[in-house]
């Protein structure tokens, strides 16, 4: 399987803001340096690098974000510099719109963990490409490929980032997809995929034959982040507007198995011609802001799972921040992908 490494290691957050206080930022460079080192021993694995991505037009970002937010992103080119600017306030409910840097950075975001700074653009832009040319080597007939990079996207909604998120990188290869046919999408990282989830909903409201059908495992928003959707959905909702199960602290390999098979269900009820799973590795015993039980063996299982559907599929990396466990867990993931091709 061909992987598409994307480390953008010049995209560093110096810190994320929580509780007030200024905590290391989770989501660092060495993931990718880690990954990197781990997937070029395997013996299938063949790494492809940003040189040799695929060109890629601006205005397909502007057919999953909206055009106002696509050019505020890039227009950080202009406006900002080297040191990353953060917000500070945000728009409350009934809100209008502004012009001022710092209003604005809080306008198209929602949490204080996704700062912009000059050179965000070409970090988030490298991560979509990777996105992109992975899902045009599944359309060139592979059965499988991997966008392995950062920053990571499923948070990263119609007009909004967030979560570490700017450009949604899942959205970009299920939108690709849907020129030749159904998608189905699969989030397995351990937040809810709230920018993926959003941005379907946008593109498909009140649609009652939709071709995109989004569904998110994850942690209860009662408990983790971020917080404010994700509630499991009840078997009489719409489509269009995605499945959820929020699952509680602690969820073992055997509790979250069971669930991977009712997702697996009703996305093959769906009849895709794709799929598209954004994957994160935060779901691990160990990982540092995680919470659920899974082990690295699972992980084997999981894509094997995912496999069984026998279907054209673009992994995206998503999260995974405990650097001594994320080889061994990416390893486990793609023995078996390459296991079942
Ligand atoms: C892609 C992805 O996995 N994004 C997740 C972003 C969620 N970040 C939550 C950070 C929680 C605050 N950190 C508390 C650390 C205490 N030292
Ligand atoms: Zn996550």
Same mark, same amino acid.
């Given at each position: 399987m061909k992987e598409f490494l994307s480390k953008n290691t010049f995209h560093k957050p110096p810190f994320e803001i929580w509780n007030g206080k200024a905590d290391p930022h989770d989501e660092t460079p060495k993931r990718m340096v880690v990954i990197e080192k781990i997937i070029k021993q395997l013996p299938k694995s063949q790494v492809v690098y940003p040189q040799d991505f695929a060109p890629m037009s601006i205005d397909l970002l502007k057919e999953i974000h909206s055009p106002k937010y696509i050019d505020y992103l890039f227009n950080l080119t202009y406006s900002e510099s080297e040191n990353y600017r953060y917000p500070s306030v945000f728009p409350h409910r009934r809100s209008c719109f502004t012009e001022q840097p710092n209003?604005?950075? %809080? @306008?198209?975001?929602?949490?204080? /963990?996704?700062?912009? $700074?000059?050179?965000?653009? =070409? &970090?988030?832009?490298?991560?979509?490409?990777?996105?992109?040319?992975?899902?045009?080597?599944?359309?060139?007939?592979?059965?499988?490929?991997?966008?392995?990079?950062?920053?990571?996207?499923?948070?990263? %909604? @119609?007009?909004?980032?967030?979560? /570490?998120?700017?450009? $949604?990188?899942?959205?970009? =290869? &299920?939108?690709?997809?849907?020129?030749?046919?159904?998608?189905?999408?699969?989030?397995?990282?351990?937040?809810?995929?709230?920018?993926?989830?959003?941005?379907?909903?946008?593109?498909?409201?009140?649609?009652?034959?939709?071709?995109?059908?989004?569904?998110?495992?994850?942690?209860?928003?009662?408990?983790?982040?971020?917080?404010?959707?994700?509630?499991?959905?009840?078997?009489?909702?719409?489509?269009?507007?995605?499945?959820?199960?929020?699952?509680?602290?602690?969820?073992?390999?055997?509790?979250?198995?069971?669930?991977?098979?009712?997702?697996?269900?009703?996305?093959?009820?769906?009849?895709?011609?794709?799929?598209?799973?954004?994957?994160g590795f935060d779901t691990h015993e160990n990982d540092p802001i995680g919470g659920f039980k899974l082990t690295t063996s699972y992980y084997e299982k999981m894509s094997t799972r995912i496999m069984s559907l026998n279907l054209p599929t673009v992994f995206i990396q998503e999260g995974g921040y405990n650097l001594k466990t994320i080889g061994d867990n990416i390893t486990s993931f793609i023995r078996g992908i390459e296991n079942s091709i």
């Open positions: 209003g604005k950075l %809080g @306008y198209f975001s929602f949490d204080l /963990y996704t700062p912009v $700074n000059i050179h965000l653009p =070409a &970090a988030a832009f490298i991560a979509a490409r990777g996105a992109y040319s992975a899902t045009l080597a599944v359309l060139d007939g592979d059965k499988t490929a991997y966008a392995i990079g950062r920053p990571p996207g499923h948070h990263a %909604g @119609y007009d909004f980032m967030g979560g /570490y998120c700017y450009i $949604n990188n899942a959205a970009v =290869a &299920a939108k690709t997809l849907s020129r030749q046919g159904k998608v189905g999408i699969l989030d397995t990282d351990f937040h809810h995929g709230n920018g993926t989830e959003d941005i379907f909903r946008v593109l498909q409201e009140n649609e009652s034959d939709p071709i995109f059908l989004h569904i998110s495992i994850h942690a209860n928003g009662n408990w983790k982040f971020p917080y404010f959707s994700g509630q499991t959905t009840g078997t009489d909702d719409p489509l269009w507007k995605g499945i959820n199960y929020a699952l509680r602290e602690g969820t073992t390999d055997d509790q979250y198995d069971q669930i991977l098979e009712q997702s697996l269900e009703r996305l093959s009820d769906f009849k895709p011609d794709f799929l598209v799973i954004p994957v």
